[in-house]
T-cell receptor, first 115, second 110 residues
């Protein structure tokens, strides 16, 4: 089965530093997403991306966050100045179409630890 | 605020038991519902979609009651490998994203 790949699997950073989390969605998928899960908490939606622009974002996705599709394969999440509360597992996901009809495929996640 | 609520468990059951999980959602406009399975510190994986008519996939049966805004998952003949956290998920449509419950933890013992 095709899969979404994420790198790195673990990222440790100092508070205030910038981090970029990378994802390679499944090649024929058109919709891309970032979710996060703080340890012991629920999976939370951050942002969805379609046709090279953000289609939806949650209140978590503030000005410190940005997403980019720099080339035909990668999809990145940048956190400009990390805070302690940004520590979480970040999941990238993709789907072929809109979620009503299509399965959402998650990557294995990047565990971000902000010290 | 749109929420999905689940009993966190844990549900500790012996192998071969039948176990049922319930979930309620607050947004009556939610269009689609799913059960995901998440193993410890892994990504969520789709277990099954939930339809109003109810649907079955092997040992797993899902039901949706739109009037009560209630979703259920029944697992028959539990296996050790069923041990995981089961996430109830609603798709709100207008938000273009999935709303996850916190999950119900299942532990199947020999």
């Amino acid at each position: 089965e095709p899969e979404v790949t994420q790198t790195p699997s673990h990222q440790v950073t100092q508070m205030g530093q910038e981090v970029i989390l990378r994802c390679v969605p499944i090649s024929n998928h058109l919709y891309f997403y970032w979710y996060r899960q703080i340890l012991g908490q629920k999976v939370e939606f951050l942002v969805s991306f379609y046709n090279n622009e953000i289609s939806e974002k949650s209140e978590i996705f503030d000005d410190q966050f940005s997403v980019e599709r720099p080339d035909g394969s990668n999809f990145t999440l940048k956190i400009r100045s990390t805070k302690l509360e940004d520590s979480a597992m970040y999941f990238c996901a993709s789907s072929e179409g809109r979620l009503t009809n299509e399965k959402l495929f998650f990557g294995s996640g990047t565990q971000l630890s902000v010290l | 605020r749109k929420e999905v609520e689940q009993d966190p468990g844990p549900f500790n059951v012996p192998e071969g038991a039948t176990v049922a999980f319930n979930c309620t959602y607050s947004n009556s406009a939610s269009q689609s519902f799913f059960w995901y399975r998440q193993d410890c510190r892994k990504e969520p994986k789709l277990l099954m979609s939930v339809y109003s008519s109810g649907n079955e996939d092997g040992r797993f049966t899902a039901q949706l009651n739109r009037a009560s805004q209630y979703i259920s998952l029944l697992i028959r003949d539990s296996k050790l490998s069923d041990s995981a956290t089961y996430l109830c998920v609603a798709y709100g449509g207008s938000q273009g994203n999935l709303i996850f419950g916190k999950g119900t933890k299942l532990s199947v013992k020999p």
